[in-house]
């Protein structure tokens, strides 16, 4: 029985490739709209969580602001979200794409927080003895020590919207999901389809991350092997 399952497994995997081959535009173009999506969401998440996160973390302020954050974002499902966003909204991109926003903010903005106010005071210290202004010692120091646990916020915001994303079909927002729910039009294949690019969409986008913070992280911070690509997000408590 369980060669059978393992057989059947491998070939509905089989099968699924074949669905891509044979609907290669269509799935291009399903993958481009949830790249879409998914970009705005991050960009817009970006712009709301690190400023803030790193003004705060600046200021040694806020801990309260970032920490309830984060427990409140994860507390709100994405679909409640959604289905609320339909009355206010409408159906569309624009109702999904805050719905991933309220989703990626909450790591974003505690690693930022955290990732700045956790900075070595000494270094810090020995930054403004040497005649640094506030403004220097931030974007000198604090930020460039902050960079790898704050992109494990940002890392771990993008792969939340990628893969969350699928709830677009529910709201006409477009993208994969359209594919992974609507198994009367595409088959158990095309479901398989649309989840194997998925996948493949988080870790490109998880590995696309990785490589703009190694390059970002100062020479003397940056370790070695895989354990920097698995950084985990800052837990709120």
């Known amino acids: 029985m369980g060669e059978d399952a393992g057989g059947l497994s491998m070939h509905s995997i089989i099968d699924a490739f074949q669905f891509i081959g044979d609907n290669l535009h269509f799935m291009l173009t399903k993958t481009l709209e949830h790249l879409a999506l ?3 969401a991050i960009a817009v998440s970006l712009i709301i969580a690190i400023p803030l996160g790193v003004t705060l973390g600046h ?42 926003v309220v989703l990626a903010v909450p790591p974003m903005l505690t690693n930022a927080y955290v990732a700045v106010d956790g900075v070595d005071p000494d270094a810090v210290e020995a930054a403004r003895a ?60 095309g479901v398989i389809a649309g989840a ?8 490109l986008v998880e590995g696309v ?7 970002l992280t ?20």
Not at 66 to 89: E, F, Q, V
Not at 196 to 203: E, N
Not at 227 to 237: F, G, K, M, R, S
């Open 59 to 100: 200021q040694h302020r806020g801990s309260f602001l970032a920490i309830n954050a984060s427990n409140i974002g994860r507390a709100l499902p994405s679909l409640a979200i959604i289905s609320i966003g339909i009355g206010i909204l409408g159906i569309g991109f624009i109702n999904v794409m805050v719905a991933m």
């Open 196 to 203: 194997l690019a998925v996948t493949a969409l988080a870790f």
């Open 130 to 189: 040497s005649g640094m202004s506030p403004r220097q010692v931030l974007w000198r120091v604090e930020i460039p020590l902050a960079i790898p646990l704050m992109f494990a916020g940002i890392r771990t915001g993008a792969v939340y919207v990628v893969a969350t994303a699928t709830l677009a079909a529910i709201a006409g927002g477009g993208g994969l999901g359209d594919v992974i729910v609507n198994q009367a039009s595409y088959g158990t294949r």
């Open 218 to 237: 100062p020479k003397a911070l940056r370790r070695e092997g895989p354990a920097d690509l698995l950084a985990p997000v800052v837990e709120a408590t």
């Open 209 to 215: 991350f990785a490589v703009i913070q190694r390059m």
């Open 38 to 40: 998914s970009g705005a």
